[in-house]
């Protein structure tokens, strides 16, 4: 199933990044690009009277990255960041999560609300995930991702089912250690059932 991000959440994940119009910003399970929109809006709302030249360059296609599995989704994030200005969007049809994925270290913002319940054929995933996270639940190597992709410095702000924080499996642990004792975890916000409504009814 697709499920999209409400606005009001995705508006409310952006206010605490706070994308600058320096930082370079993915979702690597974009959907329809609705946070890249929402970082996009951010950025112009905020810095818009103070950009330099380079900045409204890097604004209009290095800025943003997303990555689908899905072409028909991909053509929407297109139409919709170019419609916000952002003419040259970085969007490509990958599975983030696989082995001929290999980027890391690249991007100081992530923003996401990536699958979740799903999992994935073993050994189709990349080895570097399954170092953090030896699991095939699309949630967890996610997060796994997100660790990776991320410059030292990097934020990310990113939905998880509440399996996350309580599953006891050992992969369930070992990616709550990994965020706990060599990541920088700054809040966990519990949302209640009925903020996904109408796309889904789960908390």
Known sequence: GQFRTPKHIREMMVELLQ???DDIICDPACGTAGFLVSAAEYIRNHYEDTM???QWEHYAGPAFTGFDTDRTMLRISAMNLMLHSVIN???NKQDSVSKD???KDAYDLILANPPF???INKENINESLLAITNT???ELLFVALFIRLLRV???CACIVPDGVLFGSSKAHKNLRKELIENQYL???ISMPSGVFKPYAGVS
């Open 52 to 54: 330099t030249q380079e």
């Open 19 to 21: 994308p600058t119009p």
């Open 186 to 188: 700054e809040a966990v």
């Open 117 to 119: 319940k799903g999992t």
């Open 153 to 155: 410095g990097g934020r």
């Open 101 to 103: 994925y290999q980027v």
């Open 89 to 91: 969007p970085q969007l």
């Open 136 to 138: 095939t639940k699309t």
